[in-house]
């Protein structure tokens, strides 16, 4: 344990890259993510309808904070509409020491109380022409707000978007910044999911990736992927694993895989990727990921990679 809060919060403190204030980041190659209206059909990808994520603020960041979101609306150029736009998804924005767990919250469950925390800011988005491929700003928020989490090295916000009515698309994305105005990022910051909604790009050439983080107490993972549409390949890397193939879903379907742990991947980043269909070009193909360990217990998406990207090492040989 005391090895991975010495990676955590060196990595936190040392990554300064613009593109780390961002959720997907640019680095994962992934466009947006999505979220579906309350009333729509799970078979377009989206399972339950809303996606959390968390964002760390590191004690050196004293200033006000905002957090931001792109083309939050839904019915813009950006969004998958079925007949007409008649969807609501709402932001909200929570603090406080109930925000996150290292216990409960990492149990993914949405029948329990998933909102719990402090709720700071909350605002729904319809069809608003204003919103359209544009930003809005969430705060100024004190980090004082957030949970403190040493661990992590900061303090932690919560971020639910909940599709709360209609049966579109919303797709946007997050960053994390110092101005209302403007991308300006929080030096040290990081955004994490343990479940992670987001839309692969139509291009046949385009190859993303996602970066679940293994802790010191993993022995095992699962790795499950949701409506997946047989778009091509998903591929687990590691320092020990090079490529190794993952079972991909159909239509509306869960596929669940589970791969043993060796010692030298514990406190360290496993890479997924997802490499797209190269003979019949699937089109927006929305995909749900989550990685839990032997317990259940999920697993954290870190959008910038805790250690940095996995390299395979030869030398390391599955047991």
Known sequence: MKKYLLIISFILFAVTDLFSQSAPAADENINYLMTF???SNTSWGDDDFCQIFFCIIPYSQTGPVYIRVYDPDTGGDLDEGKAEFNTSVNFSIYGGKDCWSDTAELIFNKSGNYKNGYLLASKSFETDPQFNKKWYSFGPFNPSEGKSVEKLGGRVFKIIAQGISGDDGNLYKYFLSTSAIENVAV????LFTYKYHFRLSD???NVCQIYPFVDDRTISIQISNFDWDDDGIIRIFSVAKNGILCPVSGEDNWKIQEFPIVDEEKNST???QFLKNQTVQ???NNVVVT???QYGISLPFYVVPIGGVPVYSPKIRMR
């Open 282 to 284: 699937i089109k927006n």
């Open 203 to 205: 291009d046949q050439k």
């Open 291 to 293: 990685v839990r360990n």
């Open 270 to 272: 496993i890479e997924i």
């Open 37 to 39: 209206g309350g009333n």
């Open 187 to 190: 030096e040290g910051g990081n």
